[in-house]
């Protein structure tokens, strides 16, 4: 089924105001990615350094 979808490609509106398409949520996927990334970068590190 998933073949399918890819195939004919799944769209619908979001009331109207924007198409929801596979490249909507490939952007979503990519920013939520990045913006993980940057998260991860800026968590405060723990030092493991024995005294």
């Given amino acids: 089924m ?3 979808v890819v195939k004919n ?3 619908f509106e ?3 105001f ?3 398409n596979n490249s909507l949520i490939c ?3 990519i920013t939520a990615t990045t913006y993980l990334v940057i998260l991860m970068q ?3 590190r723990t ?3 024995v005294e």
């Fill in 42 to 44: 800026w968590s405060p």
């Fill in 9 to 11: 490609g799944l769209q």
């Fill in 2 to 4: 998933f073949h399918l």
């Fill in 18 to 20: 924007f198409s929801v």
């Fill in 27 to 29: 952007s979503m996927i």
């Fill in 14 to 16: 979001a009331n109207g």
């Fill in 47 to 49: 030092s493991s350094a």
